[in-house]
């Protein structure tokens, strides 16, 4: 019976790390932000897609903001498309700013140049402010 519940709690253990990188601890879904601006890089790859732009944050100070998107899959069966978003696209986000205070964020909702809406599939949750 030792031996199981050794080998249980290594188990549970060595799992831990795995689950920590599907974590949105760092993030404040709470106090969600609004930022408006232009797209340096936009960047297609798993494990996450991720939106790097150019908009200023609360205090008007202009920052360079890495947005952290799900991965290609889970936004390829929400209508997003590898080819939508280009350098110098302006958009709208909303996220979840790092609590750390650092140009960070995870991306709740977008709205491109031309109106068309996305989420950021569901694992991510929803916006709790508008867009508009």
Same mark, same amino acid.
């Given at each position: 019976m030792k031996f199981i519940t050794t080998l249980v709690v290594t188990a549970l253990a060595l799992a831990a790390p795995a689950l920590a990188h599907h974590s949105f601890a760092m993030f404040d879904s709470e106090h969600q932000i609004r930022l408006q601006g232009e797209v340096t890089e936009f =960047?297609?790859?798993n494990p996450h +897609?991720? =939106?790097h732009l150019n908009a200023p944050d609360s205090k008007g *100070?202009?920052?360079e903001w890495t947005i952290e998107c799900a991965n290609p899959g889970i936004? !390829?069966?929400?209508g997003w498309k590898f080819n939508m978003i280009k350098k110098g696209d302006p958009i709208t986000i +909303? +996220? @979840?700013p790092l609590r750390t205070g650092e140009a960070g964020a995870l991306l709740k909702e =977008? *709205?491109?140049a031309d109106g068309r809406k996305f989420g950021n599939g569901g694992p991510a949750?929803? @916006? !709790? =402010?508008p867009i508009d």
């Open positions: =960047i297609w790859q +897609v991720y =939106i *100070k202009m920052r936004l !390829n069966r929400t +909303v +996220v @979840a =977008i *709205k491109l949750g929803p @916006a !709790n =402010i």
